[in-house]
């Protein structure tokens, strides 16, 4: 379907990619992965478009391909209204519409070879898209992704989550050759991920996906494709199977570079006893014996394997320090006199409908909060009216110092500045000391003078971050912040999160978070909040939307990777063999 060989690319400020050739064959699942900033979107993007790009190598498309597509941002037409199944047949209604305004056509055309050929191109779309039976296709999309009660439903009404399950599910019904998702689960509650896996999984034409949700990694997808430091690793298999392979590939590269390593010191050192004594005594054998074997040490320096292409490229995210209870009696003390850092009361919200009525909590020092609930319920609504300040229902305590990092941020002004002049505008200091600081976040120094708007969603995320964490809050408010993030990025804050000792609140739809890092949990349903602990909300996701085994499985796979790059750090090669062992054995549950 897809052929690349040897393409190389790249823009001002870095080179995205040297060489690399990978092939999406006709009916595969593919998943494109990698850290932030690597030239993921940018790549689909080539694939789409070829001609706006000037690049070496070669993108080849099958002659028959049809691509479909759908972005990771979703813009609603709110003038335009029609239910959900009008927003779903609109294409086909369309060119059912041209088809039969062409025949009329023919009745008085004088070019019929004109006219024929846009009939018969038109029958040709009609029949790849299975134009005749799009009615019972669109109730069967609906079915699959367990929204066939929306049919008749205004789109105007709908959540942001299932309008954007609604624009892959058109894309779907048009039925492409190659259909492109770019990071289709962002914003994605529970219950429309669990949709978007069904559809994925039910398409049975070709599609590439880029994605860094782990649920998804773990059940869509049969080939992999791996993008990192300008080079792209393909594999065929599930994701579990990719990440053993990585490791094993690992361990063995790792092992071969010290038996080399060992073999290049004996050979310096023999190459340094050889000159030694050839410059004591004049001998043509010993002077041979040398060139010998420093002939010898060159080829083994040439030849010597290139560092792993599975290194971990994880931010170093530490949120600002505040200070701790020093003992179990001032912890106790602590406990008696807790401060309330943020309260609401009776706070109400509404639109075209009532979406949140009566909602009463209190957030008190050194808690993490996590707020949780189905796309469209006014999480985002009651983040921004505490943000904005001045509403009667909604207090935070005065000495508090707060920050905050918004799923918005890249609409705003702001994101017109460059790196340089939002971290300059927030107090920080040189260019220097920015780019040092930044290089934590994985962020390069030519970052600085991009805009904030040119950069990747993940990117921009971690920009944030980096913000808040230089920012001495002991109040963090949080709106998604794992979104666009890679994998990696994601692990290291869920740990900078459970590791703050100051007062955290959070919207989030990423469970691994709201599971490794919450205290407890605010759930909002049918239009008001309840508190419930950690433990029951993790019981509710595994209830209700997935399966419990799979989840404990999965966090264990998480824990054993962590160990086994830790061990990778501490040379211990044994325990990692050992514990890539264990992690094929989860694999096989």
Do not use: W
Request: include cysteine.
């Amino acid at each position: 379907m897809i052929k690349v060989e040897n393409l190389s690319y790249g823009v001002p400020a870095k080179e995205l990619y040297k060489d690399i050739s990978f092939t999406v064959e006709a009916g595969s699942h593919c998943v494109l992965i990698g850290s932030n900033g690597t030239g993921k979107s940018t790549l689909v993007d080539m694939i789409m478009d070829t001609e706006k790009y000037l690049y070496d190598g070669k993108i080849i498309k099958a002659p028959e391909c049809r691509m479909g597509y759908a972005s990771q941002f979703s813009v609603r037409d709110k003038n335009q209204e029609r239910t959900v199944f009008e927003f779903l047949a609109q294409r086909f209604v369309e060119n059912q519409a041209e088809i039969a305004a062409v025949c009329e056509e023919m009745a008085t055309a004088e070019d019929m070879d004109e006219v024929f050929g846009r009939y018969q191109a038109l029958l040709d779309l009609n029949e790849a898209m299975d134009g005749d039976n799009y009615e019972s296709n669109i109730h069967k999309q609906l079915f699959v992704a367990g929204m066939t009660d929306l049919a008749e439903t205004q789109v105007s009404q709908i959540s942001g989550g299932e309008y954007k399950i609604l624009q892959i599910m058109r894309e779907m019904l048009l039925a492409p050759n190659l259909l492109i998702l770019d990071e289709p689960d962002v914003f994605l509650d529970f219950g429309n991920l669990n949709s978007l896996c069904q559809l994925i999984n039910n398409y049975k034409g070709t599609i590439l996906v880029v994605t860094h949700n782990r649920y998804l990694l773990n059940h869509c997808f049969n080939k992999i494709l791996h993008l990192e430091d300008t080079d792209l690793q393909e594999f065929e298999g599930s994701y579990s199977q990719y990440r053993c392979a990585q490791l094993s590939e690992k361990l063995k590269l790792k092992l071969q570079n010290i038996e080399e390593q060992e073999e290049i010191a004996r050979t310096e050192e023999m190459v340094a006893i050889l000159r030694k004594r050839a410059t004591l005594m004049v001998n043509p054998v010993i002077g041979s014996a040398v060139n010998a074997k420093q002939s010898q040490l060159d080829r083994l320096i040439a030849r010597q394997i290139k560092a792993p292409f599975i290194e971990v490229r994880e931010p170093q995210i530490v949120l600002p320090e505040v200070e701790a209870a020093e003992d179990a009696a001032a912890e106790a003390a602590e406990e008696l006199s807790a401060k309330t850092i943020l309260s609401v009361d009776k706070y109400q919200v509404e639109f075209d409908k009532e979406l949140l009525q009566d909602v009463s909590f209190e957030v008190m020092e050194g808690e993490k909060v996590a707020i949780v609930g189905a796309n469209g319920t006014g999480k985002t609504t009651l983040i921004k009216d505490i943000l904005k300040g001045g509403h009667d229902a909604i207090h935070i305590a005065d000495d508090v110092k707060y920050a905050c990092l918004s799923q918005l941020q890249g609409e705003t002004s702001d994101a017109e500045k460059t790196v340089y002049q939002t971290m300059q505008d927030a107090g920080f200091g040189s260019r220097t000391s920015i780019a040092e600081y930044l290089a934590k976040y994985l962020l390069p120094a030519d970052v600085l003078d991009q805009k904030v708007c040119s950069l990747s969603g993940g990117e921009q995320n971690l920009l944030q971050i980096a913000m808040v964490a230089a920012s001495g809050a002991e109040f963090l408010i949080l709106d998604e912040p794992t979104s666009h993030l890679d994998i990696y990025a994601q692990m290291a804050l869920e740990r900078a999160i459970a590791e703050y000792k100051g007062t955290v609140l959070m919207v989030s739809h990423d469970f691994y978070l709201v599971a490794n890092s919450a205290d407890y949990v605010l759930l909002v349903e049918d239009n008001t909040v309840r508190r419930i602990r950690a433990r029951n909300f993790r019981k509710m996701v595994y209830d209700k939307y997935f399966d419990q085994k799979y989840l404990e499985i999965d966090r264990k796979k998480q824990q054993l990777e962590e160990d086994i790059m830790l061990a990778f750090k501490n040379e211990r090669y044994v325990t990692v063999d050992k514990l890539i062992g264990q992690l094929e054995e989860l694999n096989e549950k």
